[in-house]
């Protein structure tokens, strides 16, 4: 077996790559449609990985057909083929990472600094090995696998451990949006990783420094399988189950057309009772108040007409007021300036009646993608009952608010310096805390308490935009349903 393996060794490492490619091809083809969920959203970086996997797979049989087309004239370009081989693996494995490093929900700053550091320790392995291959005389052979090796354990195995964490606790947030059918499929894709976390970040290609027996190709396949085949299965295991989760596009597609034709039905059922209140209940009590007012016209007495004035002003009022509310039902959906705007002037007055230290900073107002509906008020009540909070719990102390918004995400942050209450379990939170992540969640976002760095607490919430236009299909059956996209 294992001598007909070495034989098609050429063809299993080109359907090892075959394998990676199209799982990479599949993410790729999907890669404009809106989503509001972290996983999709993230699955670009896993087709990044999948397709630089597979160029750094293909160049295993690759670089020996032209070592030996080439022969010895042309050795610098050979070894220039394992250079670049080396660099295209340690970069497939870093975007692995940044798949990983985005289902974990860090904050932007914490991912931007990890996303250093990992940049930093793949040129830290280059360039390490480089200095190790000139003090141990190894040639491009050896510190290509040298670099390899590294990698796989310095970044493959924390990224596809850290993904498979990721993809197993993102089946709460796939319940929570209505697609249970899929957490299976999410379930099975962690398990896969966590197997090539095995195969392919503990068990390295051989290397002058690699460890030997169980945690390097020869200890375990001896007189088996090649370790490629392990991973190609693998690769195609992860293939197929990525196509499952692809299904998240269809049903969120699904979703915004049913809440586009809900908010269609609600946006005509106010025009229709904003008619009926003008047309039917305005006009009523106008009527009743100039018969009041004829009635006033002929009373003898004094006070009874001034009494029966008082009454016709009180309708007046009433009117106004009917006015004021058919003018809300038709207020235009809320822009990203409104927004920053409302929450700036709701820190403010919070800042005034209480007397703390409030500021408020915004950005990226130009750039934010399209609100989620209601956002306005959802954001509203979140941030007034975090700064209640802050007055209630932490004392004399200065409060932050930061409105970041781009294409993609919308982020509220709220932090103080004072000695507010220590977050608590979900489950136990109070009712303010529980509105709040109800809210969160109505908006498709997720809200996280933790201590504030040097003391305090910061409430943070965090809501995906679809920063993208709806498919072709998506439109034109929104238009066959007479619903606008």
């Keep these: 077996m294992r001598e007909f393996l070495i034989n098609n060794e050429p063809v299993i490492v080109f359907a090892h790559g075959l394998m990676f490619f ?3 091809f599949a993410v790729w083809l999907q890669r404009r449609r809106a989503t509001r969920l972290t996983l999709t959203s993230s699955l670009i970086w896993l087709a990044g990985f999948a397709f630089v996997e597979a160029l750094a797979v293909w160049g295993y049989a690759f670089v020996p057909i032209q070592q030996m087309n080439l022969g010895a004239d042309g050795a610098e370009a050979v070894d220039f083929l394992y250079v670049l081989r080396a660099l295209i693996q340690v970069l497939a494995f870093v975007f692995l990472l940044q798949f990983g490093l985005r289902l974990a929900g860090l904050s932007r700053p914490a991912l ?20 190790a291959a000139g003090s141990l005389e190894w040639g491009i052979v050896e510190w290509e696998e040298s670099v390899a090796a590294a990698a796989r354990y310095s970044i493959l195995l924390p990224a596809t451990v850290l993904s498979a964490v990721g993809l197993w606790r993102q089946r709460g947030d796939l319940a929570a949006a209505g697609m249970p059918g899929i957490k299976p499929y999410a379930a099975a894709a962690a398990a896969v990783l966590g197997v090539y976390a095995v195969f392919a970040g503990l068990i390295v290609d051989p290397a002058p420094w690699a460890p030997g027996g169980p945690l390097n190709q020869d200890g ?33 597609a699904k979703q915004r057309l049913e809440a586009l034709d809900r908010a269609r039905a609600v946006a005509e059922e106010r025009a229709r009772f904003g008619r009926d209140l003008h047309d039917g209940t305005i006009q009523s ?7 009041l007012e004829a009635v006033a016209l002929q009373a003898g007495d004094p006070a009874v007409r001034q009494e029966v004035r008082q009454v016709v002003e009180s309708l007046n009022g009433a009117i106004g007021g009917i006015r004021t509310y058919i003018a809300a039902l038709r207020q235009p959906p809320e822009t990203p300036a409104s927004l920053t705007e409302v929450l700036r002037e709701l820190t403010a007055v919070f800042s005034r009646e209480t007397g703390l230290d409030a500021r408020y900073v915004a950005t990226g107002v130009e750039s934010c993608g399209p609100l989620p509906d209601e956002v306005g008020q959802h954001l509203t ?12 719990h932490a004392g004399r102390c200065q409060v932050l608010v930061v409105l970041d918004l ?47 760095e040097g003391g305090g607490t910061t409430v943070a919430l965090a809501v995906p935009l679809d920063s993208d236009l709806p498919e072709p299909e998506t439109a034109d059956l929104a238009l066959r349903m007479g619903v606008p996209s």
């Design 22 to 24: 199209a799982l990479g």
């Design 220 to 252: 375990w396949f001896a007189d088996g399988l090649l370790l490629t085949v392990v991973r190609g299965c693998i690769g195609l295991a992860l293939c197929v189950l990525a196509v499952k989760l692809l299904e998240i596009f269809e049903v969120e």
């Design 112 to 131: 931007r600094w990890l996303t250093a550091l990992s940049i930093a320790t793949a040129v830290g392995i280059v360039g390490g090995m480089a200095l």
């Design 406 to 452: 781009a294409p993609d995400e919308l982020d509220l942050t709220i932090t103080d310096d004072g000695a507010g209450p220590a977050p608590v379990p979900d489950g136990h939170s109070g009712q303010g805390l529980r509105n709040m992540r109800e809210r969160a969640r109505r908006l498709g976002g997720r809200l996280t308490v933790r201590p504030a």
């Design 285 to 291: 009590i106008y009527a009743a108040g100039l018969r």
């Design 381 to 392: 009540q979140i941030l007034r009952e975090a700064l209640a909070n802050a007055a209630r």
